[in-house]
C-alpha cells in the first residue's frame, strides 16, 4: 500500500477499515480517544482479523491515544459518530497534527463533505471516502471530491482505494449520497409495514431475502446499521423516520450493538 494510514476513530467503521488495511499494510496507525475505548479497539481489530482469510496479523495495526501520532501518516481517515459538530471539531483538531501534504478523508455517509472540509485548512486535500459496514466484506467506496480537491489529492484517493481492494463510485455531494438516499426511505417502509399490518420482524425479513435476494432483510439491517445511525441518516437526506424507531432509540435499544432494537439478541 502506497499510503501510510491514519484513522481517527476506534468504532465499527475505524477498527474494520483498519483490519482491512492490515491486508496490504504493516503500519496501520488506529487513534482511540481514550485507553478504554483503545482496549475496546484493541480486541476488536483482533477479532476482525481474525475473520479474514489468509494471514492478517493484528500487530500491523498500532493503536494510539496521543492524536498527535497520525503525523507520521500519508492519508488520514476521520471515523467517528455521524455528527457534524464532533466531525468538524476533530477535523480541526487533526490540522494541528497531520503532515502538510497529508490528505484528511471522512467518512461520513450522509453529511455534506464540502461542509466538513471548512473544518480544516487545507479543503483541496479533503475528501469523502464512504466506506461500507463490514469494511472488509463490502466492495463499495463511495467517493465524494468537493469543489476545490487537487487533482493530487483526487488521484491518491483513487490508488488508496484500488489499494485496499474496493471500488471506487465518484458520488454528488448531496445527503446521503447515493446508496443511503435510496436505500433509507425502503428500510423505513419496512417498519411502516411491520406497524400497519401487523407481520413479525423475521417475517418480512424472510420475504425480501427469499423473494428479492437480499442478503440481509431490512429490518435486521436497520439494527446492525445501528437504529442511532439510521435515525441520524434519516433526519440528515429529509425522510421521515418511522416513530416506532425513535422511541427505540430514546430507549436505549439501537440495535445488535445495545443487545435489543427491532429484534431482542441473544445475551440482551
Not at 484528511?104 to 485548512?121: M, Y
Not at 437504529?227 to 429529509?238: N, P
Request: aromatic share 4%; with cysteine.
Amino acid at each position: 500500500m502506497q499510503e501510510r494510514l491514519g484513522i481517527a476513530g476506534s468504532g465499527a467503521i475505524a477498527c474494520g477499515l483498519a483490519a482491512t488495511a492490515a491486508r496490504f499494510s504493516e503500519d496501520v496507525l488506529l487513534w482511540a480517544r481514550s485507553e478504554e475505548s483503545a482496549e475496546r479497539a484493541h480486541g476488536t481489530v483482533e477479532k476482525v482479523c481474525g475473520r479474514l482469510s489468509g494471514t492478517v496479523n493484528a500487530k500491523h495495526v498500532r493503536i494510539v491515544t496521543d492524536l498527535a501520532e497520525l503525523g507520521a501518516a500519508t492519508y488520514v481517515v476521520e471515523a467517528i459518530a455521524e455528527v457534524h459538530d464532533a466531525k468538524a471539531a476533530l477535523i480541526s483538531d487533526l490540522d494541528a497534527h497531520v503532515a502538510h501534504d497529508a490528505v484528511v478523508a471522512t467518512t461520513t455517509s450522509s453529511l455534506s463533505v464540502g461542509a466538513l472540509a471548512k473544518a480544516g485548512t487545507h479543503p483541496h486535500r479533503f475528501v469523502g471516502l464512504h466506506v461500507f459496514n463490514p469494511v472488509p466484506k463490502m466492495k463499495l467506496v463511495e467517493v465524494v471530491f468537493p469543489q476545490g480537491t487537487s487533482g493530487e489529492t483526487r488521484d491518491r484517493t483513487l490508488s488508496l482505494c484500488a489499494d485496499l481492494g474496493k471500488v471506487a463510485v465518484e458520488v454528488p455531494d448531496a445527503p446521503g449520497f447515493v446508496v443511503n438516499r435510496l436505500l433509507f426511505p425502503y428500510l423505513f417502509s419496512a417498519v411502516d409495514l411491520m406497524e400497519s399490518s401487523g407481520l413479525k420482524p423475521e417475517a418480512i425479513d424472510e420475504c425480501m431475502r427469499l423473494g428479492a435476494s437480499h442478503p440481509m432483510g431490512p429490518l435486521e439491517l436497520l439494527d446492525f446499521v445501528g437504529l442511532d445511525v439510521a435515525e441520524a441518516i434519516g433526519d440528515e437526506i429529509g425522510v421521515t423516520v418511522p416513530e416506532r424507531v425513535r422511541a427505540l432509540v430514546a430507549d436505549g435499544a439501537l440495535g445488535r450493538k445495545a443487545g435489543r432494537g427491532l429484534y431482542a439478541y441473544d445475551g440482551a
